[in-house]
Every structure is written in structure tokens, then in C-alpha cells.
């Protein structure tokens, strides 16, 4: 399937909203895949709305529409870097 995947970052609240980045988060959460990048954005409202994946003041939510094929990649990575820190 193609279309887009929504990407949740956790990120530091010492870096930027520039340098919140998949490779720079401290965890990602892969959202639902959409058809297009409006769907993307209304999703992503929702899921944030209902999540609690940031817990205290030193980490913040970072949303991300990408193609399916890069969040793929994005979530692999992250799951490697979890796997060695273990």
C-alpha cells in the first residue's frame, strides 16, 4: 500500500522542534496509514488527543506525515536502537 503514515516523535524538550527528528527521538510511535496528507493531519489530531506517550515536562510530541515506505524504515531503526540499549 502506498499513501502516508503518521509518525508520533518523542523528543527532548532540549532540542529544537528542527532537530526533533526520527533519528533524534527518544521513541516513535507509528500511527495508522492514510491515502493522503489530509487524512494524515485529522488522524494525527486524533490519535494525539488520546494518547499519553508523554508523561512529565521534559519531553515533547512531534507529528510527522511521511510515505509509508520511510516510516517503515523510520520504525525499524528506532526498534534496532531500542534492541541495543537493552
Do not use: F
Not at 491515502?35 to 494524515?40: G, K, R
Amino acid at each position: 500500500m502506498g499513501g502516508y503514515s503518521i509518525l508520533v516523535l518523542v523528543c527532548s524538550a532540549t532540542l529544537s522542534h528542527s532537530e526533533c527528528q526520527p533519528k533524534t527521538a527518544s521513541d516513535v510511535v507509528r500511527g495508522p496509514q492514510v491515502d493522503n496528507v489530509v487524512m494524515c493531519a485529522l488522524n494525527a489530531q486524533t490519535m494525539l488527543a488520546r494518547t499519553g506517550l508523554v508523561k512529565g515536562a521534559h519531553d515533547y510530541m512531534k507529528v510527522m506525515c511521511v510515505p509509508t515506505e520511510s516510516a517503515q524504515e523510520w520504525t525499524a531503526e528506532i526498534e534496532t536502537r531500542k534492541a541495543a540499549l537493552r
